[in-house]
Structures are given as C-alpha cells and as structure tokens.
C-alpha cells in the first residue's frame, strides 16, 4: 500500500533528486489526515513551510507530492505525482504554490 506524501525540498535539492533518480522521504513524513481537499492543502502547506526551513537565504519552497509504499525511506523519482513550487524567490508565505507536472522538472531546475 501507498501513502500521498508530502516531502519538503528546494530547487537545488530538486535538481539533485532528478540526477541520482530517487527522493528521501524523511523520519517524519508529512501526510493528510484524510482525503479531503482540506486536509491535502493542509499537509501540502505544511510541507511549503518545512521547505521554507530549509532555505538558506532568498529561494523558492519546493514540495514534491509521490505516492509512497509504506515504510519507505526513499521513492523513486517516477514515483512523484506533482511538484509546487513558489512563483518567486520570497514569495509570501501565505500564498499558494504553483503545480507543475513532474515533466516540467527539468525547466524548473534550469530556470532556477
């Protein structure tokens, strides 16, 4: 069985993942309560500020959304369903991040 996941990154970290082919899923990984839309925006937010810790200095919350087997430590990257990503560096913390499809990876990365 697999979980939605939320796993907090950056674009550096992004780039890092799509070369090697896998993403670590974490100790903690950041998951909806449930199904409703609610409570995925919920964890997908969550994640954004976890990704904003990550940050050092100016830079764009990146959250990566993948199915993950239960108990994974990591998950390959074809395994990712959609990235969100800041529109800009120091976006406001309050606003939503932007879908891409996970074939827009590469874009991402360049124009980073």
């Known amino acids: 069985m697999s979980v ?9 970290e992004l780039a890092r993942f799509h070369t090697e ?7 903690d ?6 199904e409703s839309e609610e409570a995925e925006y919920a964890a997908l937010m969550t994640a954004a500020d976890a990704s904003a810790a990550l940050l050092d200095g100016p ?3 990146v959250v990566l959304v993948a199915e993950v087997p239960d108990g994974a430590l990591s998950v390959p990257v074809r395994l990712v369903a959609s990235v969100h990503v800041d529109t800009a560096d120091d976006a406001d913390p309050d ?4 879908w891409y499809a996970t ?9 980073r």
Do not use: F, K, M, S
């Open 4 to 12: 939605r996941t939320y796993l907090p990154t950056t674009l550096d």
């Open 21 to 27: 082919g896998t993403v670590p899923v974490g100790a």
């Open 29 to 34: 990984p950041i998951t909806a309560e449930d």
């Open 59 to 61: 830079g764009r919350r």
């Open 95 to 98: 606003d939503d991040l932007a």
């Open 103 to 111: 074939q827009e990876i590469p874009d991402l990365i360049a124009g």
